[in-house]
């Protein structure tokens, strides 16, 4: 068997849901999607050739131009929520269960008089819809960026989509930079987010390379890209079976495969027909466009 598969991959439960809503939906010309539903350029595509309206993440200030405005997986905070009712729009919302969890955590530390601190990329979506109801707040990417916050009481959250040894560390950091603080932790992690993760470490030590299915902008599909180079093996990232390197592929007898949350099983299954097909024959069509060898560093995809 040259293609093993994670046991885990590809989308997750909020995901199919949010797309599920979609398909309900009448009159798509009449419904702007507010960024991104998907940090998947297959599935906006298909959006976009039904009529659905889209704006760009950074684009979001503008007020749509729809009376219908669909709130995505990746949730909006309050504040923009009453900025598009109160211009009369009516809402679509499909936020994940997951998203709201972390939304209400954050809200019930901003409600005791914690300091919010958030473990995720500054400026994503999700971020930004968690800290935009919180005025006492910081976004912490790395243990690097931790510092010494002057408030005596810290509360933090993560991103759903948060490497959970990342979200150990930087809480670790916080408590060693802040002494003199109460650090109260509250773990947002999405349930999916691990499974992907722990199914791509039961895969390791199987293969000898890993494809891995997903958005360029997905943030939990690079993550699961930059543990397989991590763990010392090449991983290539491509969205869709065209980006597969045939070269590249039949260096290996046996490649693993895994998918990001945002990923149709149906282009999973196109990435492994033409891997199998490459590993079981010559077909040397496609260009692995997204590779990664042996490096730590992905600059680029992020
Ligand atoms: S990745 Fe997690 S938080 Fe995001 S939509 Fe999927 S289940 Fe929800």
């Known amino acids: 068997m040259p293609v093993i598969r994670a046991n885990v991959l590809g989308m997750c439960f909020g995901v199919r849901d949010a797309l599920t809503a979609m398909r309900a939906i009448d009159a798509p010309q009449s419904v702007t999607i507010h960024g991104e539903l998907v940090h998947n350029e ?62 209400a955590a954050a809200m019930k530390f901003a409600a005791a008089g914690f300091h919010l601190i ?66 109260n932790y509250t773990d947002t992690i999405c349930r999916p987010t691990r499974d992907h993760q722990r199914a791509l470490a039961e895969l390791l030590p199987r293969v000898e390379a890993v494809v891995v299915v997903g958005g360029r902008n997905s943030n939990n599909t690079v993550e699961l890209a930059r543990r397989v180079v991590d763990f010392g093996l090449p991983a290539c990232h491509v969205v869709g079976p065209d980006d597969l390197d045939a070269d590249w592929v039949t260096r290996f007898e046996r490649v693993g495969l895994t998918a990001g949350t945002s990923t149709l099983a149906e282009t999973v299954d196109a990435v492994e027909r033409r891997l199998e097909g490459m590993l079981s024959a010559d077909d040397s069509s496609g260009a692995c466009r997204i590779r990664t060898g042996n490096q730590s560093v992905m600059s680029g995809l992020l």
């Open 118 to 183: 958030v473990v995720g990329k500054p400026g994503h979506v999700e971020v930004r819809g968690i800290v935009e109801d919180v005025p006492s707040h910081d976004v912490v990417p790395s243990v690097a960026a931790v510092r010494t916050y002057a408030a005596a009481r810290l509360g933090v959250v993560c991103q759903s989509t948060t490497p959970p040894e990342l979200a150990a560390s930087v809480v670790a950091e916080i408590r060693r930079r802040n002494p003199h603080a109460e650090v």
């Open 42 to 103: 297959v599935v906006l595509h298909q959006l976009r050739v039904r009529g659905f309206g889209m704006v760009g993440e950074a684009e979001r200030d503008a007020l749509p131009a729809t009376p219908r405005v669909l709130v995505t997986a990746h949730g909006i905070s309050d504040r923009e929520r009453r900025r598009l009712t109160d211009a009369g729009k009516t809402l679509i919302d499909t936020t994940c269960p997951l998203v709201k969890r972390v939304h």
